[in-house]
């Protein structure tokens, strides 16, 4: 793990653009928020997550995350199918302001994960982005 200024960016992970993170599991893919995104949201208050056995779809909006600040749209960085939702973090949304990390939203069995990743930052990349985010925030 590093910080960048006051923000985690943890090791062996794949972060989006879009604010996500993914961790490949056993060829299954789990999806939460980032650090940057749960501080720059601040209070979260909701989350409306899909079902299990839905279909999401690369950069495509799969559930909204709320926050006494605004709500926002959860964009997938995988397509595949909803294996699981984390039913805690519906129950107890500010977890993820405790620990976006652990606080997961779904677990996706991926239709295209090769290609998927290539898209995403690896651990570096995302350091590197962080930086920049601070630089222009």
Known sequence: MVKVDDYEVLEGLYYSEDY??????????????????????REIVYVDLPSAGD????????????????????????????????EEIQDNP?????????????????????EDLKELMDFEK????HKKLIEEG
Do not use: C, H
Not at 22 to 41: F, P
């Open 20 to 41: 996500m993170w993914v961790k490949v599991e056993d060829g299954k893919v789990r999806v939460g928020i980032t650090d940057y995104a749960q501080k720059q949201l």
């Open 55 to 86: 279909e999401v779809a690369k950069g495509e909006p799969f559930g909204t995350v709320e926050s006494v600040k605004a709500v926002s749209d959860l964009i997938s960085p995988v397509s595949g199918t909803i294996e699981e939702i984390n």
């Open 94 to 114: 500010d977890l993820l302001n405790e620990n976006p990390y652990e606080g997961w939203l779904i677990l996706v069995s991926p239709t295209n994960l090769e």
């Open 126 to 129: 995302a350091v590197e982005w």
